[in-house]
């Protein structure tokens, strides 16, 4: 008898076990499954040909970068927009400012900051691809870029931008084009150029 009351307490015992294993192996995978949702769109830049991290603009870079286009006015482009810090930054400057990023997660990061702090009125967010987004009506271009893309990128310019435009290109210069200002220095580093074939 005490043997039999004995199995069934183990039984039910192992049961319970078994639910509460079930229960934990399910929120750990639910977990881990929404932790790769998020982090995907963060990740995936490391398996395209160029990779373009996201790495936010310091303190020191929204500085040069304001520097840079004092005494310019119109419609600024931020490649490569991230956060929206450089868009944020250029609309109180006055500047009508649109970026353009290819991470979905950070474009609708970037309209709710907008919204939440009231510049969705002089500020633009575009899911896009860079190279097949038009530079034309832009008479202000600031690039976060990497080394790789930067000759392709001055190609862009060229062959799209009236004669004028200001580009601003931050932590990595254009191959060919000669700067007219340099402003800081490091990874902070600023090229101010001035499109003029």
Known sequence: MDL?????????????????????????????????VVCLPFIS???????LPYVPATTEQ?????????????????????????VFSASRLGFKADGVELNRVLVYYSRIVALINNQYKNTRFYKCNL?????????????FGVDQMMPDFEKKVIQEVDNGTVV???RFPLPNMVPK?????????????????
Not at 45 to 51: H, L, M, S
């Open 131 to 143: 190279w097949s987004f038009d530079l034309k009506p832009y008479n202000n271009i600031v690039i």
């Open 62 to 86: 929204l500085i040069n970068v304001s520097k840079a286009l004092k005494g310019h006015t119109g419609k600024l482009i931020d490649i490569g927009s991230g956060d929206g810090r450089i």
């Open 4 to 36: 039999k009351l004995l199995e069934n307490s183990t039984s039910k015992s192992s049961t319970t076990l078994s639910y509460v294993g079930k229960s934990l192996i399910y929120t750990t995978g639910g977990l881990a499954l929404g932790v790769s």
């Open 45 to 51: 830049p490391a398996f395209r040909k160029i990779c």
């Open 168 to 170: 601003v290109a931050c």
């Open 181 to 197: 200002e340099i402003i800081g220095q490091g990874v902070d580093t600023v090229w101010k150029y001035v499109v003029n074939r």
